[in-house]
């Protein structure tokens, strides 16, 4: 059984930062990808960011220059600094895990629960 367990949220005025962080535990082999995913009320869970476990990076645009997404592969750990919020990234955010288990080399897919990032303006 795998697991992504995510950081509290919170509430922050416009301009300020935040920072994310998600574990990943359970029988866990490797970790291709990791990244976070938000969805604003009434509307789709769309892509944040997203890293390999090579260093690759993809941003969705709207956050492109404002957020950095990274990883302690070590930790099975991935982080998501968000500066310069806007209102607009108001959302509940995702941490999502591709990989394989141990020890079968099983993949695997999971979700974390989800944390409430609140911006006000």
């Known amino acids: 059984q795998v697991q992504l367990v995510e950081s509290v949220g919170g509430l922050v005025q416009a301009g300020e930062s935040l920072r994310l962080s998600c574990v990943a535990s359970?029988?866990?082999?490797?970790?291709?990808?990791m990244g976070w995913y938000r969805q604003a009320p009434g509307k789709q869970r769309d892509l944040v960011a997203v890293?390999?476990?090579?260093?690759?990076?993809t941003y969705a645009d709207s956050v492109k220059g404002r957020f950095t997404i990274s990883r302690d592969i070590a930790k099975n750990t991935v982080y998501l600094q968000m500066n310069s919020l806007k209102p607009d990234d108001t959302a509940v955010y995702y941490c999502?895990?591709?990989?394989?288990?141990?020890?079968?080399?099983?993949?695997?897919?999971?979700w974390g629960q989800g944390t409430l990032v609140t911006v006000s303006s």
């Open positions: 999502n895990a591709e990989g394989r288990i141990a020890p079968t080399w099983g993949s695997f897919e999971r």
């Open positions: 359970g029988r866990i082999f490797s970790i291709r990808v």
């Open positions: 890293i390999t476990s090579g260093g690759s990076t």
